[in-house]
Structures are given as C-alpha cells and as structure tokens.
C-alpha cells in the first residue's frame, strides 16, 4: 500500500511538473493575431477576466482564461490599465499581461500651432484618424460648457502644444488638457507680471498676447511688439493693428487685407474702435504671453516690417514714416 500511495504521489508530482511546463510553454509561445500590427482598447473600470475577453475579441487568438490564469498567478489580476494598445508578431501572452498591467499604451499626438484660430484647431482635430470626435456638431458655447468653462467664447483659451493621447480618445479630452495648459500658463505670468500695465484682468492679458502673436514670428521683436501696444493704450491710441481686421472680417477675409476693409467697423476693428478687441484672436504661445504681461520697457509707438522677419520700431509719426518709407517702398517718396 505504502509503495502505491508513493507511486501516486511521483506520479502526481510528475503531472503537475508536466501541466506546470505546458503552462509555462503556452505563456511564453507567440500567440496568433488577425493583423499585424494590431490595435485594440480595454475599456476603463475593466476587470482582468473583462479585458481577457476584450483582447480575444479585438483578434488576439488567445482563450481569456489564459492571462486570467497568468494574472492571478504573477498576482497582477487587479492592475490592469484602461487604454489603447498595439501588439505585433511575436507578442507572447506573458508579454501582452505586461502591457495590459503597466499601462504599455500606444500613444498618437495631436499639435496645435501658436496663432491659430479655434476653427483650425477643430479642423485639425476633425481629421485627426485616431480621435473619438464627440464635439461633432456642438457650437462653442456648448463646448466650453462641457469642459466646465463660464467663457462663451473658446477663441484663445486652449495652449498650443503637441499633446500625446491613447487612440480612441475623446476631442473633448484633449481640448480639456490644452485648455487646462492655457489657464495654468496665463495664471503662472499674470502673477509675475509688470507692474501698472493696463489690462482689466488675464483674460486682456490674453487678448493683447494673441495680438502679438500674429503680429510677428520673431520672439526677438514680441515684447517690443507688446510695448508698443501698452503705450498705445496708456496714451489712449488706437491700437491699429491689422491681425485684429482680418479676424474681425472672418470669412470675407479673401488674403488682401483693402483699404476700405481699414475702415468697415466691426468689433475687432482697432483702426475705428479703441482699446483692446473683446476676445482673442488666435492661441498665443508662452512667449507672446510672457511679452504681454512683461513688455520691454520703451517709448516706441510704431513698428514696421523691415521685410526680413523683423521690424523696426519708432518713436514719433515722422520717424515711423521714414522707415516705411525705406523698408516697404524701397526709399521712394
């Protein structure tokens, strides 16, 4: 008897040795996909047992009970991570339980350019393949009230940057983290702005950053730019900037900014309305906000292209028209 109870157990041990090897051959072979590469989601709040089955249904040639054998017994079974994931050849299911419990997402990005309008930034995101397009069909005021905002307006408010994000992910999502980006940045430079400058409150601040922002590509020339802008206002002056017209005539704009167009009022005609335009005109980028809320210091009152990406700036009317005199008519009176 006792000879057949140890046979039994050699024999029992040499099973399990042999399940155990299987075990470890099936965790560790490559497993077969529909496609290579090959993409697929585990939806957030997913159980291990539900994102198995999420992968197997995605195309992953793999039975479900398999990574929830392999997650209990690596004691991972409670960390997996929502998002979007890509696989290719070769992937073993030890390899895709990593993925799953580290957060291996595939990453796409988006990059949202300084000066842009808001309507190119919906274009942008409107043809972006990988984005969830939940804003389809929403005006502005009930995309700012989705992302929490008390502003009508979304000209201005999102931060333009490359944002990194799991394919599948809302636009909303992405215009909340670009918009949060705009709010921290502008909050961060208004509390170390200038002293005695004359703006209202941030949301001004804003505006004249967007106006220097289209106002030049140089960040050599935008806080002279914003100095120029400050004294106006200070004086009184009419700001005169031609960004300001073209945003304010929209889609009449054909790319010849006319005379008559100098003197069609709108509300962001600065040549026949003072002080600042109601709204932003564009996204403006760290460096026109930090021009804006911390100007260079000077009596300049004009500025003119010198036709090489720079401009020249001027203190008196006589002085500005001898410089557009000499970089834009070529010195001919």
């Not at 057949?4 to 024999?11: E, G, K, P, S, V």
């Not at 409670?78 to 070769?90: C, D, H, L, P, R």
């Not at 997402?105 to 919906?122: L, P």
């Not at 940057?161 to 705009?182: E, P, Q, W």
């Amino acid at each position: 008897m006792l000879k057949f109870l140890r046979r039994l157990l050699l024999l029992g041990f040499f099973a399990s040795l042999a399940a155990a090897g299987a075990f470890y051959w099936l965790a560790t072979s490559p497993v077969t996909l529909r496609n290579s590469p090959l993409d697929f989601t585990v939806s957030p709040g997913s159980s291990l047992r539900s994102a198995a089955q999420q992968v197997s249904e995605a195309g992953v040639q793999l039975h479900p009970l398999v990574l929830v054998m392999l997650g209990r017994l690596y004691r991972v079974d409670a960390q997996i991570k929502a998002g979007s994931y890509e696989v290719t050849s070769g992937v073993t299911p030890l390899e895709l339980l990593r993925k799953l419990t580290r957060g291996d997402v595939s990453q796409v990005e988006i990059a949202f350019i300084e000066g842009w309008t808001f309507r190119q930034m919906r274009e942008k995101l409107d043809a972006h393949p990988d984005i969830r397009h939940d804003t389809q069909g929403l005006g502005e005021v009930e995309i700012m009230k989705r992302l929490g905002s008390s502003e009508v307006s979304a000209e201005g408010l999102f931060f333009p940057d490359t944002y990194l994000f799991g394919k599948n992910t809302s636009d909303l999502d992405i215009l909340a983290r670009a918009n949060r980006a705009m709010r921290r940045h502008l909050d961060r430079e208004w509390a170390q702005r200038a002293p005695a400058l004359p703006y209202r409150d941030a949301y001004q601040a804003l505006v004249m950053a967007s106006i220097v922002e289209k106002e030049t590509g140089r960040a050599i020339d935008r806080p002279m730019i914003a100095s120029v802008f400050v004294n106006r206002l200070r004086l009184g002056m009419l700001l005169q900037t031609d960004p300001t017209v073209i945003y304010g005539l929209g889609e009449r704009f054909d790319g010849n900014l006319r005379k008559r167009d100098l003197v069609t009022d709108t509300p962001y005609n600065t040549y026949t309305r003072a002080g600042l335009p109601p709204g932003p005109i564009a996204m403006p980028g760290l460096a026109s906000l930090r021009a804006a809320l911390n100007p260079a210091q000077s009596d300049a009152l004009y500025f003119v292209a010198r036709g090489d990406g720079t401009s020249q700036f001027s203190r008196t009317l006589d002085e500005h028209n001898q410089a557009v005199v000499r970089y834009q008519k070529g010195g001919k009176r």
